[in-house]
């Protein structure tokens, strides 16, 4: 039976103990938000209900490589980018040039991105509330180019913090921050062109 107290890692280690229904629910447990994860980086819904899928395929598969000294949530966001990231190679998806190459000034801390999105667009839970900014917002991040748009989306609508985001996507983690100063200039810009209207000259 479901327990919310019982960690995602007491999840697996259950499972892989022979606990068959505890790998339900840890499906359950990240059902929504690691979906909307596969939308948003992929672009299609019937696409990422099929990676979702292939992610808890592969978390059955991989369960015993799993190092339960380290988070859950993480490791199976990793498994679900990569194969987010071969579904796009295979589907040859376009990619956009950035409109902008890169974004300086941030704080130390590495969160300044977050004050420039609240100057900029509408916050995630603000633009729920109306379908059609909501659609706007998802049009726009899905525009980006995938190396952009994959940090973006990890960092701002997932609150991974960029030590993980790097482990996920394995580069550095300078170029997590440079990704994601050139993911949000980009974001801005885009947001701009669709929400102004075009002025005469």
Known sequence: MADAK??????LARYQ????????????????????????????RAAAEDLFQESFLQVHLSADTFDPTKRFKPWLFTIAANKARDYLRRSNRRQAAPLSASMDGAGEDGRAFIDLLEAEVPQPGAAAEDAESAEAVRQTVASLPDHLREVLVLAYFNQFAYKEIAEMLGIPLGTVKSRLHAAVGTFAELWKSRTQPVSGT
């Open 6 to 11: 019982i960690t995602d890692e007491q999840l």
């Open 17 to 44: 103990a022979g606990e068959t229904e505890c790998f339900e629910q840890l499906v359950e447990r990240y059902r929504q938000e690691l979906f909307h994860f596969l939308v948003r980086f992929v672009g299609n």
